[in-house]
């Protein structure tokens, strides 16, 4: 079975760092690009970052370049998300999702970890 | 970047009836187009990928079409379990775009 679990969000000051992570199972990572999306409260969900299998490809949302790095350990099956300079505009919840092969669509998510950015 | 307008952005329905959403795109994004199925405090789950595939597991009442710009999801035979959110999403080039929902409500 599928299954990819969020962890690291939490309460943080405007201008400070977190680090999500993602970890999967269920599946051979090293295979797959993987992304993150975020949704703010009572929004609608927002694309963040893709990164391909091997790291060659990396695309960012322009709202989180410069801002926000996404890296892959193949070895530990683990997706994470460096969020640096954090806004009270990035306060929403984060899911971690896979790329169907072969299309590039979403096929599974997990099920996201909140990140508030509040002073 | 690709706008995606999802319309209309709520409606309310009855058990039964048949739904249709309407997603567009504002360049063409051939049939890379997905639609994607939110319920509150949950993770959105995969419905339909390249316009008119089924994700594994979903049901046939849920049918997509579309190509270029102009893409539909219709759920036929609304059951209680679909009362929920539904998002568009193009990824035919980056950045990729969601839709900004449509919400589907008790009538």
Sequence with gaps: EVQLVESGGGLVKPGGSLRLSCAASGFTFSNYTMNWVRQAPGKGLEWLSSMSSRSSFIYYADSVRGRFTISRDNAKNSLYLQMNSLRPDDTAVYFCARDRVGYGDLDYWGQGTLVTVSS | ?107
């Excluded at chain 2, 970047?1 to 048949?18: C, E, H, K, N, Y």
């Excluded at chain 2, 759920?75 to 539904?86: G, H, K």
């Design chain 2, 1 to 107: 970047d690709i706008q995606m307008t999802q319309f209309p952005s709520s409606l309310s329905a009855s058990v039964g009836d048949r739904v249709t959403i309407t997603c567009r795109a504002s360049q063409g994004v051939r049939s890379w187009l997905a639609w994607y199925q939110q319920k509150p405090e949950k993770a959105p789950k995969s419905l339909i990928f390249a316009a008119s595939n089924f994700q594994s597991g979903v049901p046939s009442r849920f049918s997509g079409s579309g190509s270029g710009t102009e893409f539909t999801l219709t759920i036929s035979n609304l059951q209680p379990e679909d009362f929920a959110t539904y998002y568009c999403q193009q990824y035919n080039t980056y950045p990729r775009t969601f839709g900004q929902g449509t919400k589907v409500e008790v009538k």
